[in-house]
């Protein structure tokens, strides 16, 4: 999979919070699940550290090992 797959939504409000954005929830479901289950076997989990504006994120993200 190489440059942009698709457009998406960030959030859907205008607010700054990952954790809970629509995007968050498609990354770690929908597109998750595009993957074969040996590749998400490889794919880590990582956090984020809080945004300056938004102390409430505690957002994961994913990455291949």
Known sequence: MEDIYEN???HSSNVNDYANSTIHAYLNNQFL?????NIQAQIKQVSLPPSARNRRLSATACWPA
């Open 33 to 37: 699940a595009l993957f074969d289950a």
């Open 8 to 10: 998406r939504q960030w």
